[in-house]
T-cell receptor
């Protein structure tokens, strides 16, 4: 069964500090890995998408890494801001039948940035 | 550019009632899908469509119907609401292809009493 596990479940950091969120997956056949940010009461918003051949991708202060051999990914947030408070969801896409790729969602890491 | 629009944002139903959650996108995306998000669980796929006139079941389709008569609209119907369907529902669209970004609506919070 395809699975995506994230750690930690929740995290509290001071504004301006860095943090790293982890994602382990067992999804086959692997197509790509995505990180989403979900603010409370809102839909997920894409941060990065990485394919098998990419091991690092940045989007502003967000940097995602991918190790396809160990099936691990991390999301590093630099110089955190209060607006970074949200849930961060790791999503792995597998090649599906026809043109519909299958997405497996992690349960997310809830990040709170405080003063 | 509105993106993906879901209505309503909140809804309370009585057990046994039926209703339709609306989803519309203005990006001319071929691929649309419905998910539910429950506490402590990742989003789970209910139904999806790869184009107008084509729909298929996802992981948790029981109790829900969909149709795709146009590229823009993908409504989700609850046939006879049950308390187990209390959840937050998200509609998403993407251009299609395995490496394309999915865009999500803001969600519909449904409570069945």
């Amino acid at each position: 069964k395809n699975q995506v596990e994230q750690s930690p479940q929740s995290l509290i950091i001071l504004e301006g500090k860095n943090c790293t969120l982890q994602c382990n997956y067992t999804v086959s056949p692997f197509s790509n890995l995505r990180w989403y940010k979900q603010d409370t009461g809102r839909g997920p918003v894409s941060l990065t998408i990485m394919t098998f051949s990419e091991n690092t991708k940045s989007n502003g202060r967000y940097t995602a890494t991918l190790d396809a051999d160990t099936k691990q990914s991390s999301l590093h947030i630099t110089a955190s801001q209060l607006s970074d408070s949200a849930s961060y969801i790791c999503v792995v896409s597998a090649f599906g039948s026809g043109t519909a790729s299958k997405l497996t969602f992690g349960t997310g890491t809830r990040l709170q940035v405080t003063l | 550019n509105a993106g993906v629009t879901q209505t309503p944002k909140f809804q309370v139903l009585k057990t046994g009632q039926s209703m339709t959650l609306q989803c519309a996108q203005d990006m001319n995306h071929e691929y649309m899908s419905w998910y539910r998000q429950d506490p402590g669980m990742g989003l789970r796929l209910i139904h999806y469509s790869v184009g107008a006139g084509i729909t298929d079941q996802g992981e948790v389709p029981n109790g829900y119907n969909v149709s795709r008569s146009t590229t823009e609209d993908f409504p989700l119907r609850l046939l006879s609401a049950a308390p187990s369907q209390t959840s937050v529902y998200f509609c998403a669209s993407s251009p299609g292809g395995s490496n394309t970004e999915a865009f999500f609506g803001q969600g519909t919070r449904l409570t069945v009493v």
